[in-house]
C-alpha cells in the first residue's frame, strides 16, 4: 500500500479529454481520485501527501509499443528488469516487448512467462507481442489466437517482414477473426538485402551499401492491398519515407483500418549523422534523407503518423563497435524518448497536447489500454516531467544494460521528476 498523493500546481496535459493547462489530481488506491481542472482542490484530507509540481507537467505515463529486450535468450544485451528501470527512468509506464527473442514468443508458454516475470518485477507494465508466424520465420502461421487468450497485445514478425503474400493473407484473415491487431515492416527484402544506409549522394560516397526509399512503399502498397482484402487491422511499424506516406495517405482516403508508427530516431536523425561512419547512428529502417525526415514530422503533425516509438533495441559495445556495415542496428530509447519528443514543442513544430498523443492516449487505445488518460478512475500511471529543464544526455546515466544511444551529448529540454505506475513511486529523479 501507498500513502495518497495529491498532485498541486501541476499543468495537466490530457491528450484523451484535450486539456492542457492548470490543475491538480489525486491519486489512491492506485488509481486517479480527483481531478480538477484549472484550479486547485479545496482542503485535502490529512491521508494526502501534498506535491508541489511547480508547474511542471504531469501526464499520463508513456505507452512504447516496440521495444526489444535480450531476455529470453540474450541477457548480456538487456533483461526484463534493466528494461523496465530504463522505462522508469524515461516517464515510459507500458512497454510492449516484441517477441524475436530466444525463443521466439510464438506460442502461448512463453507469452505466459513474458507476463509471470514482470509481476515479479513490479515495475512498469509489460506486454508481450506475439509472432505473426513460426519463429518469426515468415513461413508458417504461429497460433494467434492462443496467444492472443494469453495476454499478447498483438502480433508481428518484428523486423522481418514477411514476404510471402500467401502467408501474409493468412495472418490478416485469421488475426481479424480473433480482433488481433497485426503489425508489420514495410521493406522489400531484395531491395533492402544487406542494406546499410540509404540509397543517395551520401551513401555513395560514403560507399555504403544501401536501400533506395522506394523499397518501404512497394511493400506498404502490397500490405494495404491485402487489408482491403481481409478487412484486418494494420499498424504500419516504423513508416519512415515520404513516398510510402503518399501510399499510407491513399489508404486512408479509402477507409482502410490502418495505423502508423514511426520512431524517435527517423524524427531526429537523417544520414549526414552517419558522420564519420557512426555506428550508434545506425538503425532499421537507416535513416533517411533530410526532405524524408521533415515529410515524416509533417505526418506526424498532420496525424497521418498516429504512434511515435522508441524502437528501443540493445546492443553491446562489441556489436556496435564494428565497421559500419557490419555494426548491429539499433539504438536504446526508453529514457530518451520523452525529452527527445519534447524538442518539437520547444521548436514550436507540434503542440504539446498532440505530441502527448502520440505517445500516450493512442497506443494505449490501440491495444486496448485503461491507461494513456487523465480520468477518474482510471490507473494512476503518471509522468511528471519539468518541461524546460535542460539536459545533456550521457550514456552512463542510462538505466540499460546497453548504451548505445544517438542522442550521446545531445542537449535537450525536458526532465523526467517522477514516475508512477498504479500510484506507486518507480521512479524519482
Request: hydrophobic share 45%; with cysteine; charged share 20%.
Amino acid at each position: 500500500m501507498t500513502r495518497p498523493l495529491a498532485f498541486v500546481n501541476a499543468r495537466l496535459v490530457d491528450p484523451h479529454s484535450g486539456w492542457d493547462g492548470p490543475g491538480a489530481l489525486l491519486v489512491k488506491d492506485g488509481v486517479i481520485a480527483g481531478i480538477v481542472k484549472g484550479g486547485e482542490p479545496g482542503a485535502i484530507s490529512d491521508d494526502f501527501e501534498v506535491m508541489d509540481a511547480r508547474g511542471a507537467m504531469l501526464a499520463p505515463g508513456l505507452v512504447d509499443l516496440r521495444v526489444k529486450t535480450g531476455e529470453p535468450g540474450a541477457e548480456t544485451k538487456e533483461t526484463l528488469k534493466s528494461a523496465a528501470l530504463a522505462a522508469a527512468a524515461g516517464g515510459v509506464t507500458s512497454i510492449v516487448v516484441q517477441p524475436d527473442t530466444a525463443p521466439v514468443i510464438d506460442e502461448a508458454s512463453v507469452v505466459d512467462f513474458i507476463l509471470r516475470r514482470t509481476r515479479d518485477i513490479e515495475l512498469v507494465h509489460v506486454y508481450p507481442a506475439g509472432a505473426a508466424t513460426k519463429g518469426c520465420l515468415g513461413e508458417r502461421m504461429a497460433e494467434i489466437g492462443l496467444m492472443a487468450e494469453a495476454g499478447c497485445v498483438y502480433v508481428t514478425d518484428a523486423d522481418r517482414p514477411i514476404v510471402n503474400s500467401k502467408v501474409l493473407r493468412r495472418v490478416l484473415a485469421y488475426a481479424a477473426s480473433f480482433g488481433v491487431l497485426v503489425a508489420h515492416r514495410p521493406a522489400d527484402p531484395w531491395l533492402a538485402a544487406g542494406a546499410a544506409a540509404t540509397e543517395g549522394e551520401f551513401a555513395g560516397r560514403m560507399g555504403l551499401p544501401s536501400v533506395p526509399p522506394i523499397a518501404e512503399k512497394i511493400m506498404l502498397d502490397r500490405d494495404l492491398a491485402l487489408v482491403e482484402l481481409t478487412g484486418a487491422r494494420l499498424l504500419v511499424d516504423q513508416v519512415t519515407t515520404a513516398c510510402a506516406l503518399e501510399s499510407l495517405e491513399r489508404g486512408r482516403a479509402r477507409g482502410l483500418p490502418v495505423m502508423a508508427t514511426t520512431s524517435i530516431n527517423h524524427l531526429s536523425f537523417n544520414e549526414i549523422d552517419i558522420g564519420d561512419y557512426r555506428t550508434f547512428v545506425k538503425f532499421d529502417p537507416p535513416v533517411r534523407g533530410e526532405d524524408d525526415r521533415q515529410a515524416t514530422i509533417e505526418a506526424l503533425a498532420s496525424g497521418l503518423i498516429d504512434i511515435v516509438v522508441s524502437a528501443h533495441a540493445p546492443a553491446p559495445a562489441e556489436d556496435k563497435r564494428l565497421p559500419y556495415d557490419e555494426a548491429a542496428p539499433g539504438a536504446v530509447g526508453l529514457q530518451t524518448l520523452l525529452p527527445a519528443l519534447l524538442a518539437f514543442y520547444h521548436d514550436g513544430r507540434i503542440p504539446l497536447i498532440n505530441l502527448m498523443a502520440a505517445v500516450t492516449s493512442r497506443p494505449a487505445d490501440l491495444i486496448g489500454l485503461p491507461a494513456g488518460r487523465l480520468t477518474v478512475g482510471a490507473p494512476a500511471d503518471l509522468v511528471l516531467c519539468d518541461l524546460n529543464a535542460p539536459l545533456v544526455v550521457d550514456l552512463d546515466a542510462l538505466k540499460s544494460k546497453s548504451r548505445n544511444s544517438p542522442f550521446d551529448g545531445r542537449r535537450l529540454q525536458g526532465q523526467v521528476q517522477m514516475t508512477l505506475v498504479d500510484g506507486r513511486v518507480v521512479y524519482q529523479a
